[in-house]
């Protein structure tokens, strides 16, 4: 069965500054990776996701993620963040044939400061 | 617009009254799925329905009912609410449940106490 771990659940980082989400899952078959985002009282957006090919992905607001198959990690990055991206991120997994679809990591609260 | 509607957004109730969370879609979605939102838990999938009038738990059912009568509608009952189920609810819905082509949708969400 899958599983995700988000190794920090609280994150303040300074504006502009560089930040790393850390997020690992295991899995027994292919995947695809997903980054989600909640903003305050606000549903889950997609943010970006991994379905094959290049293991390198990007969002349209400078997050970036890379899929790493032999650490089976799929950390999330931003080399300047914005107060605008203070928010909940969560990764998620989607296991190739499972009817449940998504499994969440328990997340992680990235508090960007003045 | 697409989106996918939950009602309501806030409720509080007494242990034992029976509820019901609405969730509607608008873009002809074959897969609903309902979601739990914990504290450190992150999101916990409830039960989730391929189509029309087929439904399957998922990882925390228990004290959760569905029905898929109509493909827009996938409403979440509670028929003897505790406290333990204190929680926010998100409804989520996509064209299939393969996500190799498709997106998940999420509602706004339900929070839920119970006291």
């Known amino acids: 069965a899958q599983s995700v771990t988000q190794l920090d659940s609280q994150v303040p980082v300074f504006e502009e500054a560089p930040v790393e989400l850390r997020c690992n899952y295991s899995?027994?078959?292919?995947?695809?990776l997903f980054w989600y985002v909640q903003y305050p009282n606000q549903g889950l957006q997609l943010l970006l996701k991994?379905?094959?090919?290049?293991?390198l992905v990007e969002s349209i607001n400078g997050f970036e993620a890379e899929f790493n198959k032999s650490q089976t990690s799929f950390h999330l990055r931003k080399p300047s963040v914005h107060i605008s991206d203070t928010a909940e991120y969560f990764c998620a997994v989607s296991e190739g044939g499972s009817a449940r679809q998504l499994t969440f990591g328990s997340g992680t609260q990235l508090t960007v400061l003045p | 617009e697409a989106q996918v509607t939950q009602n309501p957004r806030y409720l509080i109730t007494v242990t034992g009254k029976k509820l019901t969370v609405t969730c509607s879609q608008n873009m002809n979605h074959e897969y609903m799925s309902w979601y739990r939102q914990d504290p450190g838990l992150g999101l916990r999938q409830i039960y989730y329905?391929?189509?029309?009038?087929?439904?399957d738990k998922g990882d925390v059912p228990e004290g959760y009912k569905v029905s898929r009568k109509e493909k827009r509608n996938f409403p979440l009952i509670l028929e003897s609410p505790s406290p333990n189920q204190t929680s926010l609810y998100f409804c989520?819905?996509?064209?299939?449940?393969?996500?190799?082509?498709?997106?998940?949708?999420f509602g706004q969400g339900t929070r839920l106490t119970v006291v």
């Open positions: 329905s391929m189509n029309v009038e087929v439904t």
């Open positions: 989520a819905s996509s064209l299939s449940w393969s996500l190799g082509n498709t997106e998940a949708f």
């Open positions: 991994y379905l094959s090919g290049s293991t």
């Open positions: 899995s027994s078959v292919s995947v695809y």
